[in-house]
């Protein structure tokens, strides 16, 4: 399970300026003090070399206090270009009518694995987002390797902490997953705008 954190951020700010390292600091409704971040990794090559400033127009409280402050661990993903179906109404008007409609979006996803919190999410299309110029760019087979790195120091450190673990043990990027088992439908959204 992960914490799904996007409707009580207020503002924040990540910065992957350095290669192998994410920074930042995200400021929730209810909180004094920031959740600083402090993650081995990189940001998908759409944001790697970037800092990347994101605000929610509407935040609620409700986050609990079980978030660490300080979310030290591995970079899961961190893109500002996940496509997602975005709903064209709201979620309880979804479930309550017919109306079923939605239409393709990016959406921000900002994804970790915290020492103190295990996976810990923010995906919305719904923030406001400014992007700094790169320090530096990354291709796709760097960032390929480098999850795949942020994936076994991730597991290393599992076992660390909790001893050896036991079956097949593995991250599965399941964006690949579904690349692979998609049988050429939902493709359109490449063609759009």
């Given at each position: 399970m992960a914490w799904s954190i996007?409707?009580?951020?207020?503002?924040?700010?990540?910065?992957?300026?350095?290669?192998?390292?994410?920074?930042?600091?995200?400021?929730?409704?209810?909180?004094?003090?920031?959740?600083?971040?402090?993650?081995?990794?990189?940001?998908?090559?759409?944001?790697a070399g970037c800092t990347l400033a994101f605000e929610n127009p509407e935040p609620r409280a409700g986050l609990r206090d079980e978030i660490a402050a300080d979310q030290r661990g591995h970079v899961g993903i961190i893109t500002a270009s996940q496509r997602v179906k975005d709903l064209d109404c709201s979620i309880d008007e979804f479930l309550r009518t017919d109306n079923k409609s939605w239409h393709w979006a990016n959406a921000l996803c900002l994804e970790w694995f915290s020492i103190r919190n295990g996976r810990v999410v923010i995906q919305t299309t719904k923030?406001?987002?400014?992007?700094?110029?790169?320090?530096?760019?990354?291709?796709?087979?760097?960032?390929?390797?480098?999850?795949?790195?942020?994936?076994?120091?991730?597991?290393a450190d599992m076992e660390k902490m909790y001893g050896p673990l036991t079956g097949d043990a593995r991250f599965i990027d399941l964006n690949e997953l579904l690349r692979e088992d998609d049988g050429g439908e939902g493709e359109e959204w490449k063609k759009a705008e």
């Amino acid at each position: 399970m992960a914490w799904s954190i996007e409707e009580h951020l207020v503002h924040g700010e990540i910065e992957n300026r350095t290669r192998g390292r994410v920074t930042g600091a995200l400021w929730f409704l209810g909180r004094s003090e920031p959740v600083r971040l402090d993650l081995r990794g990189d940001c998908a090559p759409d944001l790697a070399g970037c800092t990347l400033a994101f605000e929610n127009p509407e935040p609620r409280a409700g986050l609990r206090d079980e978030i660490a402050a300080d979310q030290r661990g591995h970079v899961g993903i961190i893109t500002a270009s996940q496509r997602v179906k975005d709903l064209d109404c709201s979620i309880d008007e979804f479930l309550r009518t017919d109306n079923k409609s939605w239409h393709w979006a990016n959406a921000l996803c900002l994804e970790w694995f915290s020492i103190r919190n295990g996976r810990v999410v923010i995906q919305t299309t719904k923030y406001k987002l400014r992007v700094s110029a790169p320090a530096w760019t990354m291709t796709d087979e760097e960032y390929r390797i480098s999850r795949q790195a942020s994936a076994a120091d991730y597991l290393a450190d599992m076992e660390k902490m909790y001893g050896p673990l036991t079956g097949d043990a593995r991250f599965i990027d399941l964006n690949e997953l579904l690349r692979e088992d998609d049988g050429g439908e939902g493709e359109e959204w490449k063609k759009a705008e």
